[in-house]
């Protein structure tokens, strides 16, 4: 599934980004990689961003951009 | 190699030991402009990067006896080249400038602070990780292993809390002995290679054979470079421009260049993917590694920014929110400042005005034309320009709250779905938010837009936006032709700004460059912070120091030459400096203009004169009205003469009562009522203006005057604002922005004017 897709509040671990070029690169600066355990912790209203926390930070991502973040359900640490 | 640092910091004080030079580099919001603030006290400049519009930050401490000049590096995630800020870091990083640099990192988001700190230490320079930000990762209950770090570094690795200092003197210790080898020896030269060893990623193959063969050819092609030439081989087969830069200057560097673009495609085929794609995957999987070696994460409790993030962005509280805060500080603008303005008005215009009449009169220049110039002319000039500094201190100083606190970041988030539709980012948002303060800065904040389709389009929006140099002009053209509804009609024209920037966001958005069309949005959003006061002072003093040096020449030089043009006649029987207004060389001036404004009601040599010198700068608008509708009534007026001091005790008073004014303000503050105190002294200027707009539209001076308030609001920028505009875009942007401005105020006006005389009563 994608990230878009998904709900709040459950751990992600992110397996394909389908993105290329300076978005993927973009995304993997900001710690958005292959492997990387993620969550979504809010939605903007409207339609608007999501938010991502990832490592001891949070990202704003764009319903588009999360499409492109490939994640499976993460359990456990 | 790039030259862009010039100041070679405090010079000249004998042969002291040299002053060794460290870049402060690191992610942006991990606080580094605090810790610089710490470091260097009030030893700082700012500049600009020569060439470049990013920001230069450099300041002077001591460590012992080695003095040490600071450079703060822009706030970047990598040295890829891919915006103004990382080329400057890089550039920096790789040249005679510096001799050390220190990464910031903050300690509650070590993984992704890691991998800059994996790039610039695989540059090899030598090195300290600081891990800033330690009493909120504590608090959050983060346990850094220091010693782990350090070792995967080689590098000493410092705590410190910028905000309160501690580890700011360890730090400083540390930086005065960074990277020397000998420490009575001579300093190292450019041609030695800096101690240390440069870290090692493993890029797996291929890629690791490919950089193998660039690299020993790069260290023989640049044997003097700085960086490590395994660094300089990464970067190479990542095309980073400033690197291929670097390296094509010189003699054979092209072909080398060329080798490594071809590297780069066989690695593309053999793996599906692009090498910088992959150095980023790999470097990223070691810098994970590495914090999860070395963090520890105690507690599971939600972090301060989680649960004031439940508010602020909260699905249904976070616009409303936003909105308050919008009006907040818009209160605070008007209300707070006000009482500010009005005494500086009061200073200059009363005791300062007398002081210089009476001084003049004692030398014999009395009544003279040069006591009008003196007085009118400069004096008049110099307060029309102080007149604002409360203004937009106070301005300046909310909104660097609120970009210090982590908001600004929030306000994006929950504002990018608005911008979308017209092609930009929530991004975009802060450049035009920040043009309602003024719009020169806004045109400078376009450069934290990643592309440059979104600066352009940002940057000919930002005119659009209400600066704050324009609310006096609504004001004073509110309290004439709309009295009692003051409040109502500055508000109405802030929201006829944002919706005349979105519909002309969307025009452009269709025209200007279709082919970068994109739909990609990805920030971060800090850590929430309670804002360092040196940090917000110093932001304010900056821009409050830079708007008095644009006033100092060009808003003063105007107020004069409008003055000159005021003295000069044409025509009548008036001489120099004492002629009637419309006798004068303004006056004819204008006149040529004027006939342009006639469809909109505004055919008067009066209207015209404003925008010709409100071109020059918006804050003259209501000096020139001032002084072309105040004109005869100056003439005229009986002056009741107190003595001088008198005065000057006044309005030491006044000063208090303006303190008191400010803070009685601050409760009353959400209800946004500007002006209406100062109508009275106007009243002979608001009977010139009114008559004048009566006859210059048939008897239809509300529609004239609703014209007027939307070519104040719609025509173009000031001279300044074009100017950064052509300094972030170059000529041809700025020329079809002003040409884009006056196209636009134009028809609105004709048309509101038009429908208006025709619909309304006049």
Redesign the interface.
């Known amino acids: 599934m994608d990230l878009a897709s998904c709900r709040p509040g459950r751990p992600l671990r992110v397996v394909e980004l389908t993105a290329d070029g300076r978005e993927r690169r973009r995304l993997t600066e900001l710690g958005v990689h292959r492997g990387a355990v993620v969550e979504v912790v809010r939605r903007a209203p409207f339609g608007g961003p999501i938010a991502l926390r990832v490592g001891g930070g949070l990202l704003a991502l764009r319903p588009g951009n999360a499409r492109r973040v490939i994640v499976e359900e993460h359990d456990g640490g | 190699m790039a030259d862009v640092c010039h100041e070679p910091g405090p010079s000249g004080r004998g042969h002291r030991p040299e002053a060794r030079r460290v870049a402060l580099a690191g992610n942006p919001n991990v606080g580094k402009s605090s810790l610089f603030n710490r470091l260097t006290g009030s030893h700082q400049h700012v500049g600009n990067w020569p060439g470049k519009t990013v920001e230069r930050h450099w300041g002077t401490c001591r460590a012992g006896a080695v003095p040490l000049t600071l450079v703060d590096l822009p706030g970047t995630?990598?040295l890829?080249s891919?915006s103004p800020e990382e080329v400057v870091a890089e550039q920096v990083l790789c040249s005679d400038d510096v001799d050390a640099v220190a990464v910031v990192l903050?300690s509650?988001?070590?993984?992704?602070n890691l991998?800059l700190a994996a790039q610039v230490a695989e540059l090899g320079r030598p090195l300290v990780l600081v891990l800033n930000m330690t009493d909120v990762a504590e608090a959050d209950g983060?346990r850094i292993d220091g010693a782990a770090l350090g070792e995967a570094f080689s590098a000493p690795v410092v705590r410190t809390t910028g905000r309160s200092g501690a580890g700011v003197d360890e730090l400083i210790a540390v930086l005065g002995v960074l990277g020397r080898t000998e420490p009575e020896g001579p300093t190292v030269g450019p041609d030695t290679r800096a101690p240390g060893t440069p870290l090692s990623i493993d890029y797996g193959e291929p890629l690791e054979s490919e950089i193998a063969a660039l690299e020993d050819r790069l260290a023989r092609l640049l044997p003097t470079h700085h960086a490590a030439p395994r660094w300089l081989a990464v970067q190479l087969l990542e095309a980073d421009p400033v690197t291929i830069d670097d390296v094509m200057n010189v003699e054979g560097g092209a072909a080398v260049v060329a080798d490594a673009a071809r590297a780069a495609q066989r690695v593309l085929d053999a793996t599906g993917e692009?090498p910088?794609?992959l150095v980023?995957?790999r470097r990223?999987?070691w810098a994970?590694g590495l914090?999860r070696a070395s963090v520890e994460r105690r507690t599971t409790l939600r972090s301060r920014?989680?649960r004031l993030?439940d508010v602020l962005?909260?699905?249904?509280l976070?616009?409303p929110i936003f909105l308050a805060l919008m009006w907040l500080v818009f209160g605070l603008v008007t209300h707070v400042a006000g009482p500010f303005v009005d005494w500086i008005d009061g200073v200059v215009n009363g005791p300062v005005a007398a002081l210089a009449e009476a001084g003049l009169a004692a030398v014999g220049l009395g009544g003279t034309w040069f006591e009008a110039l003196v007085v009118d002319g400069v004096i008049g000039g110099v307060g029309s320009v102080l007149v604002f500094v409360p203004v937009l201190a106070v301005l300046y100083l909310a909104l660097g709250v609120l970009e210090d606190s982590g908001y600004m970041?929030r306000a994006?988030?929950?504002?990018?779905?608005v911008m979308?539709p017209i092609g930009l980012?929530?991004k975009s948002f802060l450049p035009l938010l920040l043009g309602f303060g003024c719009n020169v800065p806004g045109v400078y904040a376009t450069r934290v837009l990643?592309r440059r389709r979104d600066r352009i389009i940002t940057a000919l929006l930002v005119p659009f936006v209400s600066c704050a140099a324009r609310l006096p002009v609504y004001v004073l053209l509110a309290a004439v032709f709309f009295p009692g509804s003051q409040g109502t009609v500055v508000f109405s024209l802030y929201v006829a700004s944002i919706v005349a920037t979105l519909l002309i966001g969307g025009l452009l958005d269709r025209f200007v460059l279709r082919g970068e069309r994109t739909?990609?949005?990805?920030?971060?959003?800090?850590?929430y912070r309670r804002p360092s006061a040196a940090v917000l002072w110093a932001y304010v003093a900056q821009r409050v120091r830079s708007f008095l040096a644009r006033a100092g020449t060009v808003i003063f030089a105007c107020a004069l030459a409008v003055w000159f043009l005021l003295a000069i006649p044409v025509g009548g029987d008036g001489s120099f400096g004492q002629t009637d207004m419309d006798d004068s060389l303004f006056a004819a001036t204008a006149e040529v203009v004027a006939p342009v404004l006639a469809p909109a009601g505004l055919d008067s040599w009066q209207v015209a004169g404003t925008f010709v010198s409100g071109f020059v700068a918006k804050e003259v608008m209501v000096s020139t009205m001032e002084q072309a509708y105040g004109g005869e009534a100056t003439d005229t007026e009986v002056e009741e003469e107190p003595a001088p001091v008198d005065e000057l005790v006044d309005s030491g008073e006044g000063l208090l009562e303006a303190i008191a004014d400010a803070a009685r303000a601050v409760p009353g503050i959400v209800g946004l009522d500007v002006g209406g105190a100062d109508a009275d002294e106007d009243v002979d200027i608001a009977a010139a203006m009114r008559a004048d707009l009566e006859a210059t539209s048939d008897g239809h001076a509300t529609a004239a005057a609703v014209a007027f308030l939307a070519l104040v609001l719609l025509y173009v920028p000031c001279m300044a604002t074009v100017a950064a505009i052509r300094h972030e875009l170059g000529g041809r942007w700025a020329a079809i922005s002003i040409v884009l401005n006056l196209t636009v105020a134009w028809l609105v006006a004709v048309a509101l004017f038009q429908v208006g005389s025709t619909v309304g009563t006049g």
Request: net charge negative; proline share 4%.
């Open positions: 995630y990598s890829a891919s903050d509650t988001n070590l993984e992704r991998y983060f692009e910088a794609l980023a995957d990223f999987a994970n914090a920014t989680e993030d962005t909260n699905r249904w976070g616009l970041a994006a988030f929950l504002l990018d779905r979308r980012t929530g990643d739909d990609s949005f990805i920030l971060e959003l800090p850590p």
